[in-house]
């Protein structure tokens, strides 16, 4: 099997990733306290994903691999953590406006992730999405190899919010470790779990 090829994503992309995202998300169990509305779920959730790949783009990084019928096989959404992380002026407005009535519960999940940030300098894997057809083939380790591959080089560690305990063991096989809060909760009672990889 050759190696995907991995390409920086295109400012005129981002709402396409969004779009990506929030597909390969669908399930999830942090999507449906968010947006407890099926029908608005996977609409409401593109927005929020695009605006914080938009972010990520200007703060970070987004890189994806293309999928040979068309759109994208994979995505990753990386925030640098190193430097100071602004909030764009506009955030808050456009959260407001996608959000709607689901603005509070946005707002926790908001929260909840400040709360329980890392002080160290780091990166973020913010999101990590694989079109469901393409998952299983190593695309999101494939992914992650490349930019570990880079910070590991300048010595830089790495954080993220895993979603289910599936995810825990995927990232565990990528050099993540639980960290100490490991499980944060909306106020549900839906887990993320904390994990740092150390260099």
Do not use: C
């Not at 944060?184 to 009672?189: A, R, S, V």
């Amino acid at each position: 099997m050759t190696d995907p090829v991995i390409r920086p994503a295109r400012e005129d992309e981002l709402a396409a990733i969004g779009a990506l995202i929030s597909n390969s998300f669908d399930d999830l169990a942090a999507d449906a306290y968010l947006v407890p509305v099926p029908a608005d779920r996977e609409r409401v959730m593109a927005d929020f994903f695009t605006l914080e790949t938009e972010t990520a783009f200007k703060y970070g990084k987004v890189e994806v691999i293309d999928h040979p019928d068309g759109g994208y096989a994979a995505a990753a959404v990386w925030f640098d953590r190193v430097n100071e992380l602004p909030t764009p002026d506009d955030y808050m407005d456009r959260l407001a406006a996608l959000a709607g009535e689901h603005l509070e519960r946005f707002g926790a999940l908001g929260e909840l992730f400040e709360k329980n940030h890392p002080t160290e300098q780091h990166w973020h894997l913010q999101f990590l999405a694989v079109r469901p057809s393409e998952q299983g083939h190593g695309l999101g380790g494939a992914l992650m190899k490349r930019t570990h591959d880079e910070l590991d080089a300048a010595g830089v560690p790495a954080y993220l919010e895993a979603t289910n305990e599936n995810n825990v063991r995927l990232y565990r096989r990528y050099g993540y470790e639980p960290m100490d809060p490991f499980e944060i909760y909306l106020p549900d009672g839906t887990p993320f779990y904390r994990m740092w990889r150390a260099v």
